[in-house]
């Protein structure tokens, strides 16, 4: 009789088993009958795997027999002599799987047939030896140096009975093998295992598993070591006294595989910084609104795989240029009325003067003029009307158009005109044209007023 296939024999063992009731067990001082039949294995009788045993014997014909009593042994648990293992309820099964069967481990086995009231004489002793697990993939391999991941490849093993590989992994760290990823398919040659470290060192093996559940030994263990992060930047510079802008420059990289550097920017030296820039030279110009505007800045570099570089520890305080110190106002007069103003350089930076003149016309209108390009360090405005109050102040500019505050501001007020009738012999010029100067007090601290008539 032909030996049927391992799954065969255990799938129709289970379902004759399970639908039987209670399994009968030797007595313990069995009857042995001499006329029962006793089982005897086929040619073929027996197939082995590494963790199960399939058994075949010839068919029984005699009526009397119920069933056959299996006895086992296992020469690794050091016993001397088969024990009662498992019951077959029936003489027409002719087919036996034990699954519980360990790795290159010896087995004998010998079988009783029994009747109503007693039992056979014993079979002939089987004695096996079940198989090894299966070796794993005979070459495995892996790939350097690359971005935060690992490949792994192997040649697929030959065994067709193998369904899946499992990864397992270690670092230098660790004592324990940590089992990752299982591929299904035999024929599956390579892994790629994803967010690792930089520069850091991972070994791998692999073994394999088989439709029946057996896991092989595991492959040669391969090493790993990640690629690294570029070098950070170093010379970091950046200006103080550019008009309006913050150049930031740096050493060039000698990252092989460059791509970019990356430029961030932040109001704070700890934190809150945003990238501002992606570029591919060493020099970033930061054009800003505001004068005397303070950043932060930190610069990347970014290779072929996208890695980047460390940079939290690395800022440079960038300015832009501030605006020039205010001029000092010095002297201010009202002279026949006119107005005189005079003030002083106190940044070597001022190149020029602004003269700003408010004052009101009816009792609404408010005017603003101003009074460019002036180069010395006074001014004289006659368009004075009488009777009336005037605010000055003064700005400087630099070469760069960039213009100060304003100096302080003065108040003068023109004077009233007054026509004083004396008599004809004794009036002159002067008192015919004499001008009244009217004390003017201060107004606050910011606001210079004469305190005495300029005539």
């Known amino acids: ?17 399970s639908g039987c009731g209670a399994k009968p067990t030797p007595k313990k001082e069995a009857v042995i009958d001499s006329t029962l039949p006793i089982v005897e294995l086929t040619q073929e009788g027996t197939v ?21 009593y299996i006895y086992k042994m296992s020469h690794d648990a050091n016993k001397t002599e088969p024990e009662y293992y498992d019951t077959i309820k029936s003489r027409f099964i002719t087919h036996y799987v034990d699954s519980k069967i360990l790795p290159d481990t010896r087995y004998s086995y010998f079988f009783r047939t029994f009747s109503d009231d007693a039992e056979s004489m014993d079979s002939k002793s089987k004695t096996l030896n079940s198989l090894p697990v299966l070796d794993s993939v005979s070459w495995i391999h892996a790939l350097q140096d690359m971005p935060r991941s690992a490949k792994i490849i192997w040649r697929p093993h030959t065994n067709e009975k193998v369904k899946a590989y499992i990864i397992e992994r270690q670092t230098l760290e660790e004592t324990k093998w940590e089992v990752i990823t299982t591929l299904k398919r035999r024929l599956s040659a390579e892994f790629i295992d994803t967010d690792l470290k930089d520069k850091y060192v991972y070994k791998y093996r692999v073994r394999v598993l088989t439709y029946d559940g057996i896991k092989s030994t595991p492959s040669q263990i391969v090493k790993v070591v990640t690629k690294a992060l570029p070098k950070e930047v ?10 309006r802008k913050i150049d930031i420059t740096w050493d060039k990289t000698k990252t092989v595989d460059f791509k970019a550097y990356n430029v961030y920017r932040s109001i704070s030296a700890v934190n809150g910084y945003k990238l501002i820039a992606k570029l591919s030279e060493n020099f970033y110009s930061d054009m800003c609104d505001e004068d005397a505007k303070q950043y932060f800045y930190r610069v990347s570099v970014v290779d072929g795989d996208d890695l980047e570089s460390k940079f939290e520890n690395n800022s440079i305080q960038g300015l832009t240029l501030s605006k020039p110190n205010a001029p000092a106002l010095v002297e201010s007069k009202l002279i026949n009325n006119k107005v005189k103003i005079l003030w002083s350089k ?26 460019e390009g002036i180069k010395g360090s006074s001014f004289i405005d006659p368009n004075i009307e009488p009777n009336n109050i005037y605010f000055y102040k003064v700005y400087c500019l630099d070469k760069n158009g960039i213009k100060s505050e304003a100096s302080i501001e003065v108040q003068l007020k023109s004077q009233k005109v007054e026509i004083t009738k004396v008599p004809r012999a004794k009036q002159t010029n002067q008192q015919a044209q004499s001008v009244v100067v009217e004390n003017v007090q201060e107004v606050d601290n910011n606001t210079i007023v004469p305190t005495q008539d300029f005539n």
């Open 48 to 68: 082995i795997d590494s963790n199960v045993v399939a058994l075949e014997w010839k068919s029984i014909q005699d009526q009397r027999v119920k069933g056959i």
């Open 234 to 243: 170093t010379n970091i510079r950046a200006s103080r006294d550019l008009p």
């Open 346 to 371: 106190t940044d070597p930076r001022a190149v020029s003067y602004i003269v700003s003149k408010r004052y009101k016309k009816g009792w609404f209108e408010e005017i603003i003029e101003e009074f």
């Open 1 to 17: 009789m032909k030996l049927w296939t391992l799954t065969t024999f255990y799938a129709l063992s289970l379902l004759i088993l």
